[in-house]
């Protein structure tokens, strides 16, 4: 059996394990948080290293790719740089190809139901591809990253804008301590309304289901969400709040939807290179075994 273990800096209250059945191959899949401890995170892939078949990077990502450049996070690579044997992903590959047509499958499924077309993507920086799809299909956006990472309240409405900002401030920002970019450990389980009204003016919700949810208001009714890592709890807290549909870009076993890191860490142990893979490999495996995104109605 094959043993897929996604270490990740979020709340220990979202861990999961499941075996699944893919490709005719059992695989046991297991997400541990570490609860914002970076230490015990870094910790853990240095004991599993060699015990299991992938790794995946939850929490966080390695860097961010921007318009074809490489940005990477410093805090986020020194997790894994104790790790020799076993191969290590944070789903970059995945969202590249998922997210990259993510506009599109909500367009030839639900797409007659949404107006405005007008996205909102709390921070694009870690998913430029889900951004460019969106932007690609015609789509109004509000780019929330100077507002929801930095505080400052100036929506980015442009994919020029938003690569001007990412080569000024990326190689700054990602010096930076993760804790102060991205919400980790039991900060994940709080809501901090911000933004209403980017909320407000948008039909879709795009982007990392944590940032989605750490800063929604107390009504989204008719909204779409486009997201990937959902538990039950999420789902129920949407629903709650009048989402009409939650489009998650993996699929969802047993009530929630792992992420990208966790999918691509899966792919990678199915295929047994003992290394990550390159992404003609990644299309033609997601291909093969029919993974893809799912359209959940909420309402």
Known sequence: MKHVVSISLGSSTRDKRVTITLGGETILVERIGTDGDARRAAQLYRELDGKVDAFGVGGTDLGFTVAGRFYPLRSARALVAGVSRTPVVDGAGIRQIIEGRIAQFVEQTIGP????????IPSAVDRYDLALSFSETGYEMIVGDLGFALGVPIPVRSMRTLRILARLLLPVMLQLPLEWLYPTGKKQEEVVPRFPHWYAWATVIAGDCLFIRRHMPERMDGKVIVTNTTTETDVAAFRERGVRYLVTSTPRVEGRSFGTNVLEAVLV???????????????????????????????
């Open 113 to 120: 139901e949404i107006q405005p077309k007008r996205v909102l």
């Open 269 to 299: 142990a199915l295929a047994g290179k003992g290394r990550p893979l390159t992404r003609p490999e990644l299309e033609a495996m997601l291909a093969d075994l029919g993974l893809g995104p799912q359209v959940q109605r909420l309402e």
